[in-house]
């Protein structure tokens, strides 16, 4: 298939302000595929940032993103995107069927509509996250596991090389986390590269394989066992950088 | 070239009905579907208030076209109209960019500037813009047949667009930034979502007028909404919903003397709406308010079920009968109370009442729900002390609520999950409903 040591992300000097104020500083990284990637870091740590931001949904103030070698716009059907619950409007009339099938919209254009083939993988990705069985529910209608579980879904069904997932964690029970877990190692077993955002330090150490630490800036990317030491953590979580914040806000009210 | 547009537009003047009744219900069925397709996305992309903008906005471009077109052309006047609706729309896209306004102030400014300065120039020109109370409070019966033409034509390309980017849109509406991620040309469909939006405005813009467009837009779609969870169906609703109101409206207004269209097109959609508000199956305030009240007995009734259960255990379930004064006494509320809870629960099966109707006991179905009820309290008290470090006096309130809502999947992880405990953190059993095995009401240990 391909080769292991083959990137499925570079960002090089990646920089996101919000409104001129600085949120993300120039972040390089390289992202091995076939690799299983915890984005770790305190709350308003840029997390989402950087993965909106990779995914074009907010733009970047400088620098670049390459996916598997080329610039994200040409390699868009590769990567996959699993949004914070938090965005997602609940009482929106789409079934779980119909978020599903979005994942396979990718490859359709805007006008073709989805056929048999499209249901199928949307009916194979609900299947494996064991939510075929609500297919006609609304998704206000499900615990917050069983919404996890859909968009997770959807992300299959795109059946992406990269995915990257925003806090697919929250708000989900014990019995949904590790079905969870064993989903992303499955999708690491065939090849696929996963970077999910987390923010239990805990269970980070044990979920994933690199782990990427981010406060404003990158504090390190590497495997498990090199970056998940006490050291790092506190520079990661031991309060934000107070020069870089204050900064950020002076450049906020040029 | 020429000779398909004039044989379209020759099969377009074949639909246009030739009595003015005809011509009426005709604009109300093309208002009514454009805006209510229209106004799906208005309902679901919570830009409301846009609509309302854009339909203030276009009184200006209304203007424009009376005084400059000599014949009152109204393509001429639906060309301005739109073009002013859309100079709107931009406007409040520029400032939300540029500032840190949010959408609601922007749309408020934008509103009231087009809105003043389209009144004001109307003053100006009185002589040249006779008709323009028609396009402020509408008037169905003004429309002529070359209204008509145009609204037809225009409404033909807003339902021709609408059904083959409704998947795109819709995902669009849905999730912005998955969109991206399809590669969605996502400024371009936003363009094309307000290009439509302007031209269903001004579709309607002639029965309803300016000032109550909005009402056509999101009325019928909130309705719709109301309704079901489907988005097909929502359409579909949402277009027989504006159709109605347009129709039934245009004729209340045909009838009496005096009423404009406008206002009386926007109160049938508000009765229709007020209709499913109240009624709606799901989403309806009647049958929210029943669940509740459902709820509430439910309760009352697992309450009682409850109290009978503690008096037994109180006693060491030494005696058969309960009177009806020591429930009373128990659940501290009058004997009449208790009566009418009785009877609920006897007509339910729960218990059965002696022959003197003042002692009642438990039946078979009764003892089951009561150890049910004490089981869920229990075994949730001793979740929370155990597992969540709840203190002991903390948990009683809390497990007076989720005793009635626990279900039986839950309640056996719990067990498990506390290693099938017998006691609950203040030392009583937790009853064992599986064991109910004999018939007689005394219970095992
Ligand atoms: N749309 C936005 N506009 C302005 N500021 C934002 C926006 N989204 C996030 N921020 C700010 O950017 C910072 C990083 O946010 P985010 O990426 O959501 O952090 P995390 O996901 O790590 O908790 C925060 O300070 C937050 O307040
Ligand atoms: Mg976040």
């Not at chain 1, 934000?240 to 204050?246: H, N, Y």
């Amino acid at each position: 298939m391909k080769p292991a040591d083959e990137i499925a992300l570079e960002t090089h000097d990646l920089t996101v302000t919000y409104h001129k104020r600085p949120v993300l500083y120039g972040i390089d990284v390289a992202v091995p595929s076939g690799s299983l990637v915890g984005i770790v870091g305190p709350n308003g740590a840029g997390k989402s940032t950087f993965i909106k931001s990779v995914m074009g949904v907010v733009p970047s103030s400088g620098g670049w993103v390459k996916v598997f070698g080329k610039p994200m716009r040409e390699n868009l059907p590769r990567v996959g995107y699993v949004p914070q619950r938090e965005s997602v409007d609940w009482d929106f009339p789409v079934t779980v069927m119909d978020v599903a099938l979005m994942g396979t919209y990718g490859g359709l254009g805007l006008l073709r509509r989805p056929g048999k083939v499209e249901k199928r993988r949307a009916s194979e990705a609900l299947e494996k996250v064991g939510m075929l069985p609500y297919s006609n529910r609304q998704i206000g209608n499900l615990s917050g596991g069983q919404q996890q579980r859909v968009f997770l879904a959807r992300a299959l069904a795109q059946d992406s090389d990269l995915y990257l997932m925003d806090e697919p964690f929250v708000g989900v029970d014990a019995a949904t986390e590790a079905a969870i877990v064993t989903l992303l190692r499955e999708m690491r077993e065939r090849g696929k590269t996963v970077m999910v955002v987390h923010h239990d330090l805990q269970s980070a150490g044990e979920y994933f394989d690199h782990l990427l630490l981010l406060n404003m800036r990158l504090v390190a990317f590497g495997a498990v066992k090199d970056v998940y030491t006490p050291e790092l953590l506190q520079k990661t979580y031991g309060g934000r950088l107070t020069i870089l914040s204050e900064v950020a806000d002076q450049a906020a009210k040029l | 070239m020429f000779e398909d547009v004039s044989f379209l537009a020759s099969m377009i003047d074949l639909l246009i009905p030739g009595s003015g009744s005809g011509k009426a219900i005709m604009a109300a069925v093309l208002l009514g579907a454009s805006c209510g397709l229209l106004g799906c996305f208005v309902v679901l992309r919570r830009v409301a208030l846009m609509g309302d903008a854009v339909s203030h906005a276009v009184l200006p471009g209304v203007v424009a076209g009376l005084i400059y077109s000599a014949e009152r052309s109204p393509g001429v006047i639906f060309l301005f109209a739109a073009a002013a609706g859309l100079l709107g729309a931009c406007l409040v896209r520029l400032m939300m960019f540029s500032t840190r306004l949010k959408s609601d102030a922007a749309l408020g400014i934008v509103l009231a500037t087009f809105f003043a300065f389209g009144i004001m120039w109307q003053s100006r020109n009185q002589q040249d813009t006779v008709g323009v109370m028609n396009f402020l409070f509408g008037n169905i019966g003004s429309i002529d047949a070359s209204d008509l033409r145009m609204m037809l034509v225009t409404t033909l390309i807003l339902v021709v667009t609408m059904f083959f980017l409704r998947r795109p849109l819709l995902m669009m509406s849905f999730d912005e930034g998955f969109s991206r991620g399809l590669g969605y040309p996502v400024k371009i469909l936003n363009g094309v979502f307000y290009f439509l939006l302007t031209f269903s405005v001004v579709v309607a813009l002639q029965a309803v007028g300016v000032v109550l467009v909005s009402a056509m837009l999101i009325t019928p779609a909130a309705a719709a909404y109301l309704l079901t969870d489907r988005f097909e169906r929502m359409l579909i609703l949402s277009v027989v919903f504006g159709v109605a109101s347009g129709i039934s409206g245009g004729l209340v207004s045909a009838e009496v003397n005096g009423l404009p269209t406008g206002p009386v097109i926007a109160l049938s959609a508000t009765l229709l709406f007020g209709i499913i508000y109240l009624l709606a199956p799901r989403h309806g305030v009647l049958s929210k308010v029943a669940r509740t009240l459902r709820r509430g007995m439910r309760v009352r009734r697992e309450n009682t079920l409850k109290a009978i259960y503690q008096i037994h255990e109180g006693e060491g379930f030494a005696h058969e009968e309960v009177s009806v004064l020591m429930l009373a006494r128990k659940r501290g509320q009058t004997e009449e109370k208790v009566n009418k809870d009785c009877k609920a629960l006897l007509s339910r099966g729960f218990i059965e009442m002696a022959e003197d109707g003042v002692s009642l006991h438990l039946s078979r179905l009764g003892w089951k729900r009561a150890m049910e009820i004490v089981r869920n309290h229990r075994l949730w008290e001793l979740y929370l002390t155990n597992e969540a470090d709840y203190a002991e006096d903390h948990v009683h309130e809390d497990a007076e609520k989720i005793e009635h809502i626990l279900e039986p999947g839950i309640v056996r992880q719990l067990e498990q999950h506390l290693d099938f405990p017998e006691l609950d953190p203040h030392g009583k059993p937790i009853p064992q409903p599986a064991h109910l095995v004999t018939q007689s009401s005394v219970v095992p240990s």
